[in-house]
């Protein structure tokens, strides 16, 4: 007869409870319970064995035990269901198209999965002057004034052309001066360098359309003396402010800014214009996951090594068990940025997908998912199935009663984390 008193000390004396084990599966009132039902279930049809129940044998059961705990406890995390939403980033599925950032992740109606199209961009106001010979002399040497109203604001720049001044030299220097002011407009000078020819551009730097105008600045000569403003060609308009426009899970909406904000919790930056929908997910931060990435893979890798040292024929079943989740599921697995060695072993090499870790793991869609909980349901509820034994009898196919103390001799042994 089985001596469980030696289980017991040794199990105090040698084995602590891994935390992450703990964290997970302490205080589920109806685990114990469920437990104890799936044991007596299935020792209903399990034959009766007999085995040697070494010290050796005993670390052994425990040890896979305790690591299958831990490898599903690690798997439910990645899942999802122990997340809060401070693991968690926004990444978009096309990020020439839009770029997500979640800035405050504890907003609780921020919704899981966003739909934006991008009809248009937010623009600026953008003039371009006449294109001028870039070696030439148009202006006359003399005193001249550049008038610009920007808003409400009216500037007045004064310019000195010298004799032979060519026209490109006239517009660097006035972009310079403008630049130099920070009056909310930039300026460049755009050379047309087949033709020989230059002109000055003035870019808003406000983008959008204004609130109480159609042009963020205009040009008008009539209040001053010697303005160059119509012979450099400025009040050409080529871009007008404009806001921009996108659908947001097929809603139209519009911003004066490339850049939204949603309930202050996801900035969304516009790129670029899209045929099609472009997807923005919360997926677990690969930074801030790291750690758990670690503690899953340590998990699955200490049943191999479990298996591959154990001096049992049943360590080659328990082998095939482990390995075979992960072999199963290949394809997804090194799509999500982790590596299955020649011995067994996971292990990540480089940056994890997050997109692809996420659909890994997902608690509703992953079959690799499943197929953990399941393996290691299976190593938990009877971890002695890896142990040699000799079958002493048979149950009986035609009526099997549930004994209540088989249970305790060799399923479960000491599921110490619920409570």
Do not use: C, W
């Amino acid at each position: 007869m089985l001596n469980l008193n030696h289980v017991y000390n040794y199990y105090s004396a040698h084995i602590t409870p891994p935390r992450s084990t703990q964290r997970v599966q302490a205080n589920k009132r109806n685990d114990l319970k469920t437990v104890y039902n799936n044991m007596v279930k299935q020792n209903q049809h399990s034959p009766f064995y007999k085995f040697t129940f070494s010290d050796a044998n005993q670390a052994y059961a425990i040890g896979i035990k305790e690591a299958a705990l831990a490898l599903e406890a690690e798997s439910r995390i990645l899942s999802g269901d122990s997340h809060s939403r401070t693991q968690m980033k926004a990444v978009s599925d096309d990020e020439n198209v839009i770029y997500a950032n979640l800035n405050h992740s504890d907003a609780d109606d921020l919704p899981e999965n966003l739909s934006i199209k991008v009809n248009s961009l937010a623009t600026g106001q953008t003039n371009v002057g006449t294109y001028l010979p870039s070696e030439e002399a148009y202006i006359p040497a003399g005193e001249y004034s550049f008038g610009i109203a920007v808003g409400r604001n009216q500037y007045t720049f004064r310019l000195k052309v010298n004799e032979g001044d060519s026209n490109q030299k006239i517009q660097r220097n006035l972009a310079t001066s403008i630049n130099e002011n920070n009056i909310g407009v930039r300026a460049a000078i755009r050379n047309n360098r087949t033709e020989g020819t230059s002109a000055l551009v003035l870019h808003s730097e406000a983008i959008g359309k204004p609130n109480d105008s159609e042009l963020f600045f205009r040009f008008d000569e009539t209040y001053l003396e010697d303005d160059i403003s119509t012979v450099l060609g400025m009040e050409q308009i080529e871009t007008l402010p404009s806001n921009a426009e996108f659908y947001i899970n097929d809603t139209l909406h519009s911003s004066i800014s490339n850049r939204i904000s949603l309930n202050h919790s996801i900035d969304i930056d516009l790129l670029a214009t899209s045929e099609k929908p472009v997807n923005v997910k919360l997926v677990p931060d690969e930074n801030k996951a790291a750690d758990k990435i670690k503690d899953f893979l340590d998990s699955y890798n200490q049943l191999v090594d479990i298996a591959r040292n154990g001096n049992q024929k049943g360590a080659t079943k328990l082998f095939r068990d482990v390995t075979g989740i992960a072999n199963r599921h290949r394809a997804s697995i090194e799509e999500a940025g982790l590596t299955i060695n020649d011995d067994g072993y996971l292990t990540q090499e480089g940056e994890v997908n997050p997109l692809k870790l996420q659909e890994l793991f997902d608690e509703d869609t992953s079959s690799f998912r499943k197929d953990i909980k399941r393996t290691t349901d299976k190593m938990t509820l009877n971890p002695l199935h890896y142990i040699d034994k000799v079958v002493v009898t048979y149950p009986n196919t035609n009526r099997t009663f549930p004994n209540p103390y088989y249970p305790s001799k060799y399923s479960g042994l000491l599921f110490n984390d619920y409570s």
